[in-house]
């Protein structure tokens, strides 16, 4: 089709290879605003935890929007084949609970939500890189395969390692559920209704509505 995706990777089509994705590297181009704005965040989470009465639950912490915002950058994809890509990216923090934060060797890191530009891979334009934690780790990768099997929609899950500025940590990579989802699968493109987090996790312990069942939806 005319409006198809086209792959930009060294001008090899990895779609039909059979390698595999070893390394994602990023490298966001303004740096050090990124480094402030993830400092920010961990400071902000720190003074929250630290006035919490729980050692596990932090029912007034969410990640707010204005950590949220997008920074261009390059994105450079290592598969087994020896096979380099590069692309031109916008790269955010994603989630919206404090189990999207960690620290690795002193580094703050966080799940990254991934847009590409100018390319994809395996036909995949958006992806996110969550820290393992935040999804039980391998327990993720097996209920994503297992519903694959089992011939319900499933998005591409699996284990990859990351490289964010310099500093690598382990993540799990997923894509986003749009419209190349839905190709991958086998499906017409059509209309995507996923849970609205407005009304759900975006809010603060004491702000659900769990007294009037609430549970909206919006078109992803």
Known sequence: PSD????????????????KIEKIEIKVNKNKIWAKNLLNLHVNFQREKSQSQ????????????????KYKSKVYINYSNSTKCVFNSYVRI?????????????TPITSLNVELIDGHVENITRFKMLLPASRYGSNEIFTSTLLKKLNFLSPRTFFVK???NGFTSD???QEDLRKEFLENSGLKEGPILEGDERFTVSLKDNEHLYDKKTNLSKLA
């Not at 198809?4 to 390698?19: A, Q, R, V, W, Y």
């Not at 029912?59 to 949220?68: L, T």
């Open 171 to 173: 993540y799990i990579f």
């Open 4 to 19: 198809s995706i086209k792959s930009f990777c060294l001008g090899k089509n990895t779609e039909n290879d059979n390698s």
């Open 54 to 69: 729980h050692n596990n639950w932090f029912p007034n912490f969410r990640i707010s929007d204005k950590f949220k915002k």
């Open 162 to 164: 990351g490289k964010i």
């Open 94 to 106: 994603t989630g919206d609970l404090w189990w999207h934060l960690g620290w690795n060797k002193g």
